[in-house]
């Protein structure tokens, strides 16, 4: 069973950059699919952006596509969100979390999660 942590969250301004990533514990994240969702308050989880286990194929949201970029590095069990251009709106917890198969963009298909970390853009 994999463990996940994401790291990187903060308060941004309107227009800034934040690069948001997931570690693995347990077992290799390079077994797993991996996607990144958000929930803000009041709000369904909402599905960013996922990779296959290769980090050959990414898959996005339309809206997430263009300011959002979903990549892997496997020599450090990790998957990155660069998030570009930021909007109030973006503001959320953000997830990470793992499957063992591709792909998908419900969160109910995940089966690990991480704990989320809190990103904040002020106007």
């Known amino acids: 069973q994999v463990q996940l942590v994401e790291t990187g969250g903060g308060l941004v301004q309107a227009g800034g950059s934040l690069r948001l990533s997931c570690a693995a514990s347990?077992?290799?994240?390079?077994?797993?699919?991996v996607g990144w969702f958000r929930q803000a308050p009041g709000k369904e989880r909402e599905f960013i952006a996922a990779v296959n286990w290769s980090g050959g194929i990414t898959n996005y949201a339309d809206s997430m596509k263009g300011r959002f970029t979903i990549s892997r590095d496997s020599a450090k069990n990790m998957v990155d969100l660069q998030m570009n251009s930021l909007k109030p709106e973006d503001t959320a917890v953000y997830y990470c979390?793992?499957?063992?198969?591709?792909?998908?963009?419900?969160?109910?298909?995940?089966?690990?999660w991480g704990q989320g970390t809190q990103v904040t853009v002020s106007s």
């Open positions: 979390a793992a499957r063992d198969r591709w792909s998908a963009r419900s969160p109910y298909d995940y089966n690990y």
């Open positions: 347990g077992r290799s994240i390079n077994s797993y699919a």
